[in-house]
C-alpha cells in the first residue's frame, strides 16, 4: 500500500515538474543525490559538472539503477557562454525542473585570499543562478509550469568570518529566491531556496573535520527540498537546523549570531 502511494506521488511529481530536470553541479555531494532522487521520481536528468569522469560515474549508474533518460555536459558554471549554452542544452527537450546546486567556497580571511577566488564566488554562486533562472524560468513560465531549486545555506542569513564571500553570495540566492518565487507562482513555476545547514558532502568533509550538530546526508536534504516546492519560498531542511535558524535569525540580537556563526566556521580549513 506505501508502495502504491509512493508510486502515485511520484508519478504526480513527474507530471508537474517534467519530462526533464537539470542539476547544475551534479558529480558528487547534493547534486548527485538530487540527480538520484530526480530519477527515482521518473523525471529525465541532463547533469552538469567539470569533471567528466565523475559525471559520467554518476550517469552510468543512474542508467543502470532507473528507466530514465540522462544527459551529461561537462561544463564550467562560471563560463561567460552559460546563458547560451542552456538554450542549447535545452533545445530538443522540456525542462520543467532546475535545480542549481554548484557553489565555490574559498575558506580563509577575505583580505588574505587572492581576489580572482573571490570574483570566481561570484560568478559561480551569484551569476550563475541568476542566469540559470532566468534562461529556464523563462520557458517554464511561458509554458505555465515547472519549479526551480535554488541551494542555499543557513550561512546566508548572517555574517560568516572566514567564508565571508561565500556566505554572502547565499545571501543573494535566498533574497533572488523569494523574489522569483511570488514572482513566478502566479505563472504556474514553484521556486524554492534550501538554506540547508551541514551536510554529509564530499565537499563538507574538505573544509569540516567533523560534523556539526544537526549534520544531515544528502539525500534527507535532497527530499525535504523537493517536497518543499510549491509550498513557500523558503525550505530549511532538519529539525536542529530549523531551531538554529529561529534562535539566531529571530531571538538573538544579530551581532551575537554573528559571533556564534564564527565559532562554528573558525575550524574550517
Ligand atoms: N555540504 C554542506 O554542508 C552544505 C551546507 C549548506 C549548503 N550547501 C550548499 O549545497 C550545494 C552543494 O554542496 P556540496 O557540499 O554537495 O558541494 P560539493 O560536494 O563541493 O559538490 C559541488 C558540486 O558542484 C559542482 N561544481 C562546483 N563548481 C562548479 C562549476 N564551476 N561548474 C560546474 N560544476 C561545479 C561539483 O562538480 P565538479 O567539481 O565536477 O565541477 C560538484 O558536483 C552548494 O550550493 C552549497 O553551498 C552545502
Known amino acids: ?8 506521488a511520484s508519478s504526480a511529481f513527474a507530471a508537474k515538474y517534467g519530462p526533464w530536470a537539470v542539476v547544475a553541479g551534479a558529480s558528487e555531494g547534493l547534486g548527485a543525490a538530487f540527480a538520484a532522487a530526480l530519477a527515482a521520481r521518473g523525471l529525465n536528468v541532463l547533469l552538469i559538472a567539470r569533471r567528466a569522469e565523475m559525471l559520467q560515474a554518476v550517469a552510468d549508474r543512474l542508467r543502470a539503477e532507473t528507466k ?12 561567460g557562454d552559460l546563458a547560451a549554452a542552456l538554450g542549447a542544452l535545452s533545445a530538443d527537450i522540456e525542462i520543467g525542473l532546475a535545480v542549481y546546486n554548484a557553489a565555490y567556497v574559498p575558506v580563509g580571511d577575505l583580505v588574505s585570499r587572492p581576489l580572482d577566488e573571490l570574483l570566481r564566488v561570484v560568478d559561480v554562486n551569484i551569476r550563475g543562478p541568476l542566469i540559470f533562472a532566468r534562461a529556464l524560468g523563462a520557458k517554464m513560465a511561458a509554458r505555465g509550469r515547472g519549479g526551480i531549486v535554488l541551494m542555499s545555506s543557513l550561512a546566508g542569513y548572517q555574517g560568516a568570518p572566514r567564508i565571508a564571500a561565500y556566505a554572502a553570495s547565499k545571501a543573494f540566492n535566498i533574497v533572488l529566491g523569494e523574489g522569483l518565487w511570488r514572482e513566478l507562482a502566479p505563472r504556474g513555476v514553484d521556486v524554492v531556496v534550501s538554506t540547508a545547514g551541514a551536510v554529509r558532502t564530499p565537499g563538507y568533509a574538505k573544509t569540516a573535520s567533523q560534523d556539526a550538530p544537526g549534520t544531515l546526508d ?21 529539525a536542529v537546523n530549523r531551531v538554529a535558524r529561529f534562535v539566531l ?3 538573538l540580537p544579530r551581532r551575537t549570531a554573528i559571533g556564534i556563526f564564527a565559532r562554528s566556521t573558525k575550524d574550517l580549513a
Do not use: F, H
Open 249 to 251: 535569525g529571530r531571538l
Open 1 to 8: 500500500m506505501a508502495a502504491v502511494s509512493e508510486r502515485s
Open 218 to 238: 544528502a539525500a534527507t536534504v535532497v527530499e525535504a527540498t523537493l517536497d518543499a516546492l510549491g509550498r513557500g519560498p523558503v525550505v530549511v531542511p532538519g
Open 68 to 79: 530514465v533518460e540522462v544527459r551529461t555536459e561537462v561544463r564550467d558554471l562560471a563560463r
